[in-house]
């Protein structure tokens, strides 16, 4: 099973590299990433700066920026996922093999999510390089560096499962953005509830929880949150995908 799974996770890591999309979207990526950390360093630097902490003021605003660019960039990402082999017909190949659903959600899932983790390494790169000559919270660095690796890893089992539902990688992208834009904004209607509907509306958000390991808050609530969310997420690809197999 787990040889199969790496299989299909470097098969699908390969075939998104041989496509310019990947390359555009490591290259916009960091250049946007890279404004945001230049831009609050020079403020930083400022003399007449108040800021509490280089920690604070450059890297925690920049993974905060980081994550609603991957937001924002995600659904081009995770579009192709399955809608894509459905569209081909590639599918048909995939249910006949002797391969498990499951084997298969779980393949495409890790292959995208290494490409997650090399764009986190490349924006990581940018506030390591401070370590030259300054000194940095690791421990504050190290929680929103889990942070983000939560977030995408619980974005992209999110992208697997609507890929799944349809054979358009268009729609597959639009009912992706319009699901991670609820889950961002839901926040902000929180506010406006009473208090007990304000804490549950305030669980489901995938910032608030984000927040927390921006400001160094290793809190096992958010870590199982994002765990759970993805895991559900992968569960519901499996079982789509496994009822698609049996009834076709």
């Not at 999309?21 to 250049?31: K, P, R, S, T």
């Not at 590639?90 to 779980?106: A, R």
């Not at 406006?192 to 995938?206: G, Q, W």
Request: proline share 3%.
């Amino acid at each position: 099973m787990i040889n199969n799974i790496i299989l299909i996770a470097g098969n699908e890591l390969r075939r998104f590299f041989k496509s310019p999309l990947a390359w555009v979207i490591l290259a916009l990526v960091q250049f946007l990433v890279a404004i945001f950390f230049y831009v609050p360093l020079i403020t930083y630097l400022q003399p007449a700066s108040v800021a509490s902490g280089l920690t604070d003021a450059v890297v925690s605003t920049m993974y905060g920026f980081a994550a609603y660019i991957i937001l924002m960039i995600s659904p081009l990402i995770t579009m192709r996922l399955i809608a894509e082999e459905r569209q081909l017909g590639t599918i048909k190949l995939l249910f006949s093999s002797p391969i498990t659903i499951t084997e298969i959600v779980l393949g495409k899932f890790f292959g995208i999510t290494i490409f997650y983790m090399l764009i986190l390494i490349l924006i990581t790169l940018m506030p390591a390089s401070l370590l030259f000559g300054t000194h940095l919270d690791l421990g504050q660095v190290a929680s929103a560096f889990i942070g983000l690796l939560l977030l995408m890893t619980s974005i992209a089992s999110i992208g697997l499962f609507l890929s799944s539902l349809t054979n358009s990688p268009a729609i597959a992208a639009i009912s992706t953005f319009g699901v991670l834009f609820f889950l961002l904004i839901i926040t902000i209607g929180g506010t406006n509830s009473s208090l007990k509907t304000a804490e549950i509306v305030s669980y489901l958000s995938l910032v608030s929880h984000y927040n927390n390991f921006l400001s160094g808050l290793f809190n096992s609530i958010d870590i199982f949150y994002y765990i759970i969310l993805t895991i559900f997420f992968i569960i519901l690809c499996i079982w789509r995908l496994d009822t698609e197999r049996i009834y076709g």
